[in-house]
């Protein structure tokens, strides 16, 4: 299992609980994650002292990780000095979602009461041959294997207010989690919301391989 660790500062890094990591430790190389940006200032804050909306950057160091997870049909990679945004989120809805594949009923979600939400998005690159069987036939898509394609995953993780800035960004890197495999439920906690952006027909593809009954539509 690899390590995951997030640099603050030159002289100031800390790493995360092997235990407590999912997705980005299953990797065969160690993780350094540098960050970068407003959230800088506010790391020693509680959660509730961070404004809604304060962005930071989290860029890979090194390395050209890959993650290949149990019961997937997709490889899901990073590039070096690959970026990922980080928002906190304290008001308003999280996103918006369709509760069916038909796209006729647009829900928001408004994520758990009293909590602060710290959304870490990468832009992942994907390959292998992804797809589900439906009553129309196989719908999904098909990759290539040069991985040229990035696809967006984001994960809202849910902590309360009190909760250090500094402590809750660790806690985000180390449970983020990739779709299109078995474990992607079960490896969000409580209140914890996953985003993906590939296309059409591969969120459908998901949804009926899963058993997830609503997809999310960003119009932030």
């Not at 299953?26 to 020693?44: E, M, R, S």
């Not at 980080?86 to 918006?96: C, D, K, R, W, Y």
């Not at 069987?133 to 995953?153: E, K, L, M, Q």
Request: proline residues 4%; charged residues 15%; hydrophobic residues 40%.
């Amino acid at each position: 299992m690899a390590s995951i660790s997030v640099q603050f500062s030159e002289n100031d890094s800390i790493s995360t609980d092997p235990v407590a990591t999912k997705d980005l430790s299953k990797t065969f190389q160690n993780l350094l994650f540098i960050l970068d940006g407003q959230l800088n200032a506010l790391l020693n804050q509680p959660l509730s002292a961070v404004p809604h909306g304060t962005k930071g950057t989290l860029t890979l160091d090194a390395g050209n990780p890959s993650w290949t997870l149990d019961g997937s049909p997709a490889t899901f990679s990073l590039r070096a000095k690959a970026t990922a945004t980080v928002t906190i989120h304290s008001q308003g809805a999280l996103f918006n979602y369709y509760r069916d594949f038909g796209d006729t009923d647009l829900q928001p979600c408004f994520g758990k009461a009293d909590s602060v939400y710290v959304i870490t998005e990468f832009g992942f690159n994907i390959s292998g041959k992804v797809y589900a069987a439906a009553s129309t036939g196989n719908i999904g898509v098909t990759t290539d294997d040069s991985g040229s394609v990035s696809y967006a995953v984001r994960n809202y993780k849910a902590f309360p207010p009190g909760k250090q800035l500094r402590e809750a960004l660790l806690e985000a890197v180390a449970a983020f989690t990739l779709p299109l495999h078995l474990n992607t439920i079960n490896n969000l906690g409580d209140a914890d919301c996953i985003y993906y952006e590939f296309d059409g027909a591969l969120n459908v593809g998901f949804g009926l391989t899963y058993g997830i009954d609503a997809s999310g539509v960003d119009t932030a």
